[in-house]
């Protein structure tokens, strides 16, 4: 079973990441899965003077070790990507920003949300991925307008997220796939 890690990037106390937490985690059963959640956390930012990509796991503090060490225990992760002036979010940046050993040669897949699914905020966050050495999945959940509306009026995210259910099916297989083939490359 691989380790995932799954972060919520969103920050904001009255956010719209908690429904899709709560729509994905009992589909997520094929897998173990660590849930970061960036409000959590109180990263501070990297202030080292060389990038993690040339100084690995030179931690500055506990929680920057401990973040970096279930990074490290991950085989994949999954980010829900909020989508904020066609950007992600400053907190997922600062996280992205702390390691690069801890990604590198594993997968990520992405679920967004705002202004047209959070695309903008994925395609910026596959160029990310693929400076830290990762391994962008090519399917994502894009939550759109309709269901993001049914669930402010009241709608259950799982009515509402019921069309959504095909593209996270073959976001899991590409996922798993990536997964099994990038855990058999960093043993060897």
Do not use: C
């Amino acid at each position: 079973m691989h380790r995932i890690a799954l972060i919520v990037a969103s920050t904001r106390t009255t956010r719209f990441a908690d429904y899709p937490l709560a729509w994905l985690l009992p589909r997520l059963g094929g897998f173990d899965v660590d849930v970061v959640d960036l409000r959590e956390l109180n990263l501070p930012y990297y202030d080292l003077p060389v990038p993690p990509a040339r100084a690995f796991r030179q931690y500055t503090s506990n929680t920057e070790r401990q973040l970096g060490e279930r990074f490290d225990a991950a085989d994949g992760f999954i980010v829900i990507a909020n989508e904020y002036n066609h950007g992600y979010s400053a907190a997922l940046k600062n996280v992205l920003d702390h390691y690069f050993i801890e990604f590198s040669h594993k997968p990520i897949a992405f679920v967004g949300y705002g202004n047209v699914g959070g695309s903008r905020s994925i395609e910026q966050l596959r160029l990310v991925a693929i400076e830290l050495d990762m391994v962008p999945i090519k399917f994502s959940v894009n939550i759109m307008g309709p269901q993001f509306f049914a669930i402010r009026e009241g709608v259950a995210a799982e009515e509402a997220f019921e069309p959504l259910e095909v593209p996270l099916v073959r976001l899991l297989e590409s996922l798993t796939w990536w997964a099994d083939a990038t855990t058999a490359a960093r043993s060897d």
